[in-house]
């Protein structure tokens, strides 16, 4: 459905019982944030929020998108499934063959339909410039600071519309950008955005480049302007399909090259001087949970700003997950499911993106496996593909395990997987914000192949012996590095443990890794996540968001491959099929050829085992020299003042600061961390 404005959403949030409105002062820096923090993590993403006394003229909107309902809400479907069967329908009537003059007519009406949704240019102004500013001023905004070490206050849900000099082809994307002053912020453009390619092209030029930045409007125009699009496809094009209306766009008063919602709550027009000095932005508490240090980014002079009479101002915050940006990426896995298996991997059944993983760093998908190697073709497919081409860690399953049944998924996975050979590693393409790769925006890659083996990628050497029932009185006993052990996978039948480890020297991950695999009592054990002491190996939740952040897969791996030991051989394949079935999976084909191997003496069995080290890295003991961030938590004084004034705020019961869990896993306050 499309919503005429953002009030229309508002009403319809409110009158589902999904907003609560919040009439006490509180402060848009940093005292929203703590707020949206604490209710976007409790149960079920709890409700949005509206905060009304601002110190402003404008309402501020947060957690809007923060739930599975409130995102179809915003898209205007009761499931996001609904979009991703929609977009096979319309991919199958296009694709299908068309015999004869009755099968090409039979199309026009869904043709035509589709062309109504494509955007329009009307003629005269908008709503969103029914209040012209006379004198622009930002610091009229109610612009938020989100985290104590951001660099400033930032515009976090800007819709920012550009256009290439030389096509005239739009496009819209979503980047922060940092209040310098009344009529200045930066601009942060990575360098593998759309709109950076652009400020390139008008740099040959010498031109001046004019930007757009909308706020508010119809909910589905911020998701739009985060999808994963092919380059020179209007977002607006999206837009108007999901909502079934078309955009109505009218042209800026001081850019009149660039034209913006008509429904948008702000405007706020502006250029960037190519050949003018950049500035340093940030820091910024990002998705990542980390801080994204500072760096150099274009200037962005602001011209006109421009509102609807009723305008609300809308707004985000990221930082450690779960938080509202994790709903919006929900949306983009379930939407673009559908061109990606239709058009690019047509073995994709399904595909998941796991909270911990923050979008690119963990990607499950589970294929339709006919031949040997089709793991390899759908990683390499799919590592080509848009921004797929960030993933840090690819899961590949087949059989019908849900992917959202992480357990059983595990567990499949690791029957299914030998690491010595069912892992593989690559470099590429990273996101910018990837603080573990040696190389700003450059790192690698690693996909776990847990489909099921055919005899063609089948290696009967290898087995795998029981797995312990207690693993942590050993290991506290042999290696003192190891502060805590987590065991609860391995209860699960599942041959994984997370280590807490405190590092002191040098290789000392590595050497642990060697060390502990060359006692006969790792032998049913596959993989060896390794964690810094601080982080709590027990929150698997936690310690796998750390370790997907701080990994680089190719440089942090450690792979043992040793003989078995030939009791651990003789006794495993018993052990470890008793296990797996009991567990409730059947051991891959690989385990049982070389257990049956092993028992009759034909070959010498082998076992493996692969080590990821997740933990800090730095200059002195892993020759690391970019900066590492700190993650994100909230400062104390923002936490009590906040404490102070939540009976005021008619939100509910008391919800105590996310950030306090995490306070004993810094490294100093400062954004960069201090080991």
Known sequence: MAYPHLQAFIKRLESAGELVRINAYVDPVLEIAEITDRVSKSKDGGKALLFENTGTAFPVLMNAYGSQRRMCMALGVDDLDDITHEIEALFKLLTSPKEGILDKLGMLPKLSQFASWMPKVRKGRGACQEVVMTAPDLGKLPIIQCWPQDGGRFVTLPVIHTKDPGTGIRNVGMYRMQVFGPLLTGMHWHKHKVSARHFAEY????RRMPVAVALGGDPVYA????????????????????????????????????????????????????????????????????????????????????????????????????????????????????PIKMTLVPEIVDMDMPVEGVFHNLVITRIRKDFPGQGQKVMNAMWGAGQMMFNKILVLTDGETPLSDYTAL????????????????????????????????FGGKMCIDGTAKQPEESDPRYAWGPLLADYASWLFQAFPEVRAVNEDLVRLGIPCLILSVEKNRAGHVADLHTRLCADPRAEGLKMILYVEH???????????WRLCNNLDPKRDHYLVDRPATAGAVTAGHVATADHAAAAGHVASAGQAASAGQAATGATTARFACLGLDGTLKTAALDGFTRDWPNIIVADDQTIASVDAKWASLGIGAFIASPSLRFKDQMYGEEAVARP
């Not at 740099?203 to 010498?206: A, C, D, E, I």
């Not at 429904?263 to 250029?271: L, N, Q």
């Not at 601080?534 to 796998?544: K, N, S, Y």
């Open 410 to 441: 595990a567990r499949y996975v690791f029957a299914h997987c030998n690491v010595a050979t069912d892992i593989a590693f690559s470099a590429g393409p990273m996101d910018v914000l990837d603080h573990s790769c040696n190389a700003l925006g």
């Open 203 to 206: 740099k040959k030029l010498g």
């Open 534 to 544: 601080t982080v709590p190996a027990g929150d698997l939740g936690v310690a796998l």
């Open 223 to 338: 998701y739009s302007a985060t999808a994963p699009l092919p380059e020179n496809v209007d977002e607006y094009m999206l837009a108007g399909f999901l909502r079934k209306r078309q955009v109505e766009l009218v042209r800026c008063l001081t850019q009149p090259e660039l034209e913006v919602p008509a429904d948008a709550d702000f405007i706020i027009e502006g250029y960037v001087e190519p050949g003018e000095e950049l500035i340093w932005e940030g820091p910024f508490g990002d998705h990542t949970g980390y801080y994204s240090l500072p760096d150099w980014y274009p200037r962005f002079h602001v011209t006109a700003i421009t509102h609807r009479k009723d305008a609300v101002y809308p707004a985000t915050i990221v930082g450690i997950p779960p938080q509202e940006d994790a709903w919006l990426g929900k949306a983009t896995e379930r939407i673009f499911l559908a």
